[in-house]
């Protein structure tokens, strides 16, 4: 089969367990082989052409809708936290008794930086979506520590998104051997950055890696949450569902990790966190009386 950049393609040697898209075709000694990112994880791998296998568009609308389905799910539950907290907040606020004034509040600001711009649009819908404030910036992996710093001066966020692709390669060494990683070095040079800037956890949440990033590392570096602990793929937004918790979660309140991770698509095997203050600010009268 011909194998070109921008097909959707599957891996039968992996029982065709996920979805791929070609960005890059290199001729080797071996043959073919084809670099791939992940169409809903974010891992970027090499493959021999010969094991890839083109997806018909009736098959990406049956997987497509799958996913939809479980995206759904899973902001659902999402929204259901931010109506408990709502409740609690108010009437913690007011102690019990019953007011006339609207609330407003303040989630956590988002900077989120991303190695791909298509799941940095997709990430972008969801935020919108729940009403998490977010600026995104599109930027390769390798130039992250470098213009990171600037970022952060100029968007001063609450939550830094440092993520894109990443993959862990056995045949290149240990789990613990950081140069078996093809993009976790990026990523803890850019939360070293990154906590030149703010170095208390607690006044910058942090969340940095991909698919099977060396989250022991990324850890270390200051981040407050990071992937994969396990080394497995990560979906394309679940970096998303962690911010969500932070940023709607009372400044008062710690976070628990477990209460992170369970309204993600990966938990824990693929996520994993310090215990973080919450980034949620509530205020009143919304509107003054008149």
């Avoid at 990443?166 to 850019?190: E, P």
């Amino acid at each position: 089969m011909n194998i070109k950049i921008g097909d959707i393609v599957t891996r039968p040697s992996y029982q065709r367990d996920l979805l791929f898209r070609v960005i890059a075709i290199n001729d080797s000694e071996a043959g073919k082989y084809a670099t791939l990112i992940g169409e809903d994880v974010r891992l970027i791998a090499d493959a021999p052409c010969t094991d890839l296998e083109v997806v018909d568009a009736k098959e990406q609308d049956q997987r497509k809708k799958q996913e939809e389905e479980l995206l759904e799910r899973s902001l659902e539950l999402i929204q259901q936290d931010y109506r408990l907290v709502r409740e609690k907040t108010e009437y913690s606020m007011t102690n019990g008794y019953s007011h006339s004034h609207r609330l407003f509040q303040i989630p956590g600001k988002v900077l989120h930086v991303d190695g791909d711009p298509n799941y940095l649009r997709k990430c972008l819908l969801v935020y919108e979506k729940i009403g998490v404030p977010v600026y995104g910036v599109h930027c390769v992996e390798s130039e992250m520590p470098e213009k990171v710093g600037k970022l952060i001066e100029d968007v001063r966020p609450d939550i830094l998104v440092l993520t894109g692709h990443d993959a862990y390669s056995k045949g290149k060494g240990n789990k613990d051997d950081l140069l078996a990683y093809r993009h976790s070095k990026h990523y803890i040079q850019t939360v070293q950055e990154a906590r030149k800037r703010v170095g208390n956890l607690d006044q910058l949440v942090i969340f940095a890696g991909a698919c099977q990033s060396h989250f022991e590392l990324l850890i270390q570096a200051g981040a407050n949450f990071a992937s994969s602990p396990s080394r497995v793929n990560i979906h394309a937004l679940d970096p998303v569902y962690v911010v969500a918790k932070l940023s709607f979660t009372p400044f008062t309140d710690r976070i628990n990790v477990w209460d992170v991770l369970r309204n993600t698509l990966t938990g824990a095997k693929g996520l994993g966190g310090v215990e973080t203050k919450g980034l949620l600010r509530t205020g009143m009268p919304y509107e003054s009386d008149e």
